[in-house]
């Protein structure tokens, strides 16, 4: 079976709790159990960290034998060289994904530091966004 990773970053772990204006109400780990119900047929995990080094680590140990990586670095999109290089490094294709539009919010939401090596980038299309970025895995 396809091995596919979720890795969420820094702050998506209060998904649902705070903020649901932009972020929506639902948390994270709900949703997850309801895509991998409706997704018997792959592997599908999750890992979430809020510390930059090991959202590295994860993809150097996930990248060479799993099929796809969904990768919402949430604000280190915007800053870290370091997983940029990380996603460019592996072998793995890695799809970004944003909750929210960030084209339509701050400028500095629009720089990424993965983008320019992602196999594709979804955004504004809320939590569905992972959904989507699944499915051009299968
Ligand atoms: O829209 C996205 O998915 C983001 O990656 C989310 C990041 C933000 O820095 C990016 O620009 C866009 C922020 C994640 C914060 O998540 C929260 C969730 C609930 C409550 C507060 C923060």
Redesign the pocket.
């Known amino acids: 079976m396809k091995k596919i990773i979720i890795i969420n970053?820094?702050?998506?772990n209060?998904?649902?709790?705070?903020?649901p204006t932009?972020?929506g109400s639902n948390s994270f780990e709900d949703f997850f159990n309801e895509l991998k119900d409706k997704n018997k047929t792959v592997v599908l995990e999750y890992f979430q960290s809020n510390i930059e080094g090991e959202i590295i680590d994860k993809l150097h140990e996930v990248g060479f034998d799993y099929h796809g990586i969904i990768l919402?670095?949430?604000?280190y999109?915007?800053t870290s060289v370091g997983i940029g290089d990380a996603v460019k490094a592996i072998d793995t294709p890695v799809v970004e994904?944003?909750?929210?539009?960030?084209h339509a919010?701050e400028e500095f939401?629009h720089v990424s530091y993965i983008a320019p090596n992602a196999k594709g980038v979804l955004?504004g299309f809320g939590l569905q966004g992972y959904e989507l970025a699944l499915q051009s895995f299968l």
Do not use: D, M
């Open positions: 970053g820094p702050n998506l209060l998904l649902g709790k705070r903020e932009i972020y919402n670095a949430a604000a999109t915007h994904v944003h909750i929210s539009n960030i919010r939401r955004f």
